[in-house]
């Protein structure tokens, strides 16, 4: 498929996917998401897993947004559920509302202050708070505060590593 193709059908433009391709711009979430599904990979392919069964730190990922760097935490052979942890500078966030192809998404704050907005509901999460909620609902989050925020993810089930049948 022609970048043109693939820019067209993402409803992106040609120009910023290319920048995307080389790591030049920063990419919402949902816009990412359109691109995975127009190549009709799963998110989860663009993830470095830990080789390890003791993740230290965990594999930095790039899931979009912007002002938010993600660690995916669980071990590569980890089947029922998957570990991020975000950490989220003040004013950053998702960029917009997306969906994931997941069942149950778990939250919990560790530390700051992060706005999470599910079905058009916000929840404030603060360290020791936490939330659950289909991952397969408009969701998205933002750090309103002056400080940086962090949350634990878990995803069950993981999101997909494998390439998808075309539909």
């Known amino acids: 498929m022609s970048l043109t193709e693939v820019a067209r059908q993402a409803d992106v433009t040609k120009g910023f996917l ?41 594999s930095r990922i790039d899931m979009g947004g912007e002002g938010v760097t993600e660690y995916l935490l669980t071990p590569a052979d980890t089947t029922a559920f998957q570990v991020f942890r975000s950490v989220i500078e003040p004013g950053g966030g998702t960029g917009g509302p997306y969906r994931l192809d997941t069942i149950t998404i778990f939250a919990l704050g560790l530390s700051g202050s992060t706005r999470l907005i599910v079905g058009g509901e916000a929840r404030m999460l603060s360290a020791g708070v936490s939330t659950s909620f289909s991952g397969r609902t408009l969701h998205q989050f933002d750090n309103p505060g002056t400080t940086v925020s962090e949350v634990l993810w878990v995803l069950s089930p993981p999101l997909l590593r494998v390439a998808r049948e075309p539909s």
Request: aromatic letters at 4%.
């Open 18 to 58: 290319s920048q995307l391709e080389r790591g030049l711009t920063n990419v919402s979430v949902a816009t990412l998401l359109r691109v995975c599904d127009v190549l009709k990979i799963g998110v989860g392919e663009l993830f470095a897993y830990p080789d390890e069964q003791v993740v230290e730190g965990g």
